[in-house]
């Protein structure tokens, strides 16, 4: 547990550094991981990580705080247990997920402050889906260019922005044309004068029946 919780902290680490440097219109983007609210969990993962690391104790020394052998060995009958209703309790306390809470900081070009968590409810759909298309761009452009293999990987996004107005539209093509991924973007025949100046291929995708057509849409313009 100790090890994915260093592994996933590590991760968003190095996201942050790239988003760091990648602003959307005016605003800067950050991932924000603190330690989960929730009692169960929170009181398990001050045992391993906010002390000393799970290695450095020894269970078999006078020297072990008694609470931590108590709340261990509490952690290790929930995991290991066989009762068929506890397997969902044991799967849960082995995710270390489960064991942060997660936010999304943005500042603006002023040096405010505001995170996602707050303002989620007040804000319209399309300023709500702006922070979701900017990490998903950033964690997939890590992805692929943390290997040095060559690899061939799409990114599909369908019915994109849906909830956008124009100019977030327009900033966010912007912002993906900075990456360096290649995304294939599904979106409804409204959207189509928004997309079409950022991309280098535009399809029409019809129905007739059972049947699809394709059509190359520079084509028909």
């Known amino acids: 547990l100790k090890e994915s919780i260093d592994n996933a902290q590590q991760q968003i680490k190095n996201l942050n550094s790239i988003l760091k ?9 950050q ?3 603190k330690v989960t609210k929730n009692s169960e969990y929170q009181k398990y993962y001050s045992l391993f990580i906010k002390n000393n690391d799970l290695q450095n104790l020894n269970l078999f020394t006078d020297n072990v705080n008694s609470y931590k052998e108590i709340l261990l060995d509490e952690l290790f009958q929930k995991i290991i247990s066989f009762e068929e ?3 969902f309790i044991a799967y849960e ?3 270390y997920r489960n064991y942060l809470s997660y936010d999304i900081q943005i500042i603006d070009q002023e040096g405010n402050i505001s995170f996602f968590s707050k303002i989620f409810r007040e804000k319209s759909g399309g300023e709500t889906q702006v922070p979701f298309y900017i990490i998903i761009a950033i964690c997939f452009e890590q992805l692929l260019t943390s290997d040095s293999e060559q690899k061939g990987c799409l ?9 956008m107005d124009e100019n977030r539209i327009n900033a966010m093509m912007s912002f993906f044309n900075e990456l360096k991924i290649q995304f294939f973007i599904a979106i409804p025949p409204q959207r189509i004068a928004n997309i ?5 291929t535009n399809l029409i995708i019809m129905k007739d029946k059972n049947y699809a057509m394709v ?7």
């Open 21 to 29: 440097n990648r602003p959307f219109g005016n605003d800067f983007y």
């Open 31 to 33: 991932i924000i991981t």
């Open 85 to 87: 209703e506890y397997e």
């Open 93 to 95: 306390f082995l995710d």
């Open 155 to 163: 990114v599909l996004l369908d019915e994109a922005f849906n909830n």
């Open 196 to 200: 079409f100046p950022y991309v280098q």
């Open 215 to 221: 059509k190359n849409f520079m084509k028909m313009i």
